[in-house]
């Protein structure tokens, strides 16, 4: 490893409080979120075990973390029921309907906003 994984290698803990390890260089057993995911499985409760670190683009002095989990830990995702399925489509539906004219658009409506564009700004033409 090259001087640059310095700061970000720290395989006891001492300096973050939790393993940390250079972006790339986690030890197998490790998985982030999205890993976990992509495997079938969440993290079910347990704490972080580690972190991998690197230098985050475009920002002076930042980094960028991802928190790590044990693989032998995590639990299988949970199945979805008809009630949550039921729930989900009822969010994403008001999620799409315009509080203003009451159309689903179907899109989700930006929150800056608060409205489909075609109420935020009515006097604009729009392609038909």
């Not at 490893?1 to 250079?22: E, I």
């Not at 972080?48 to 985050?56: G, K, L, N, P």
């Not at 930006?110 to 604009?124: D, F, K, R, V």
């Amino acid at each position: 490893m090259s001087p640059a994984f310095g700061k970000c290698y720290d395989p006891s803990g001492a300096t973050y409080g939790v393993p940390t390890f250079p972006w790339k260089y986690a030890p197998d057993g490790y998985a982030t979120r999205r890993q976990l995911r992509a495997r079938g499985l969440r993290p079910g409760g347990q704490p972080v075990a580690a972190q991998v670190m690197r230098r985050a683009p475009r920002r002076k002095g930042g980094v960028s973390v991802a928190y790590l989990y044990r693989l032998d830990l995590a639990k299988p995702v949970r199945p979805m029921t008809p009630g949550r399925a039921t729930a989900l489509a009822a969010a994403m539906t008001a999620r799409r309907t315009c509080p203003q004219c009451r159309v689903d658009v179907g899109y989700c409506i930006p929150t800056s906003l608060g409205m489909c564009p075609g109420c935020a700004y009515p006097n604009e033409q729009h392609a038909a």
